[in-house]
């Protein structure tokens, strides 16, 4: 207060009585909703990330499983052509060698059998290893969807703050909740 009467605002008090009449403005608004949501967009961008790392782990067992069952089926022709020569063999073999072509056939056949078994077993592997990778994908396509509206409703929130035009905060507010939406649906996915 000055001597003779007269009060001198400055910039700092003028802003703290605005705030006691009329409320905190358009901008603290924005300010806080953008950090809000920046925060969550954090959230969905880290779980959106590790879904598709798992997802990608997941495939990537599912081809290695699957090229060991290749090896195994490579494995398995190599003993059924050992043994088709094998039976050449005893067609055009001496009698007292025919004894020692059935024999190398027999032991190729019960080779192939385990064979068998094993390549099924990693095909196996690898369908259970796919399916696995596709679950994990599913929720990630929500959580990059979300991540999307989020970032929208960010860059609406900041058009806001410049041209003080209420109906885009408005619009902000619903590109969150549906970004909101689709994460908590991708997290109960």
């Known amino acids: 207060m000055s001597e003779h009467g007269f009060h001198v605002h400055g ?3 003028h802003e703290l009585e605005h705030q006691a009449h009329h409320g905190p403005g358009l901008a603290q608004y924005v300010a806080i909703f953008t950090a809000i949501l920046s925060t969550i967009g954090a959230i969905v961008s880290y779980q959106g990330g590790n879904t598709q ?6 495939k990537n067992e599912a081809v290695l499983k699957k090229a ?9 022709q190599s003993k059924s052509t050992k043994a088709h020569l094998m039976e050449l063999g005893m067609e055009i073999a001496t009698p007292e060698k025919k004894e020692f ?14 064979i068998k078994v094993k390549a099924e077993a990693l ?9 696995k990778s596709e679950q994990f994908m599913h929720p990630h396509h929500l959580l990059a969807q979300s991540m999307t509206l989020l970032q929208i409703s960010i860059a609406l929130a900041s058009i806001t703050a410049l041209t003080r035009k209420r109906w885009l905060f408005s619009l902000a507010g619903v ?3 549906g970004g909101i939406l689709m994460w908590v649906v991708a997290l109960l996915a």
């Open 53 to 58: 790392n798992e997802a990608l782990l997941y």
């Open 101 to 114: 072509y059935k024999q190398q056939i027999a032991k190729y056949d019960a080779d192939k059998k385990d």
């Open 11 to 13: 910039a700092h008090e």
């Open 175 to 177: 590109a969150a909740a």
């Open 123 to 131: 095909e196996a592997e690898s369908r259970a290893a796919n399916d």
């Open 68 to 76: 060991q069952a290749s090896d195994e089926w490579n494995f398995y």
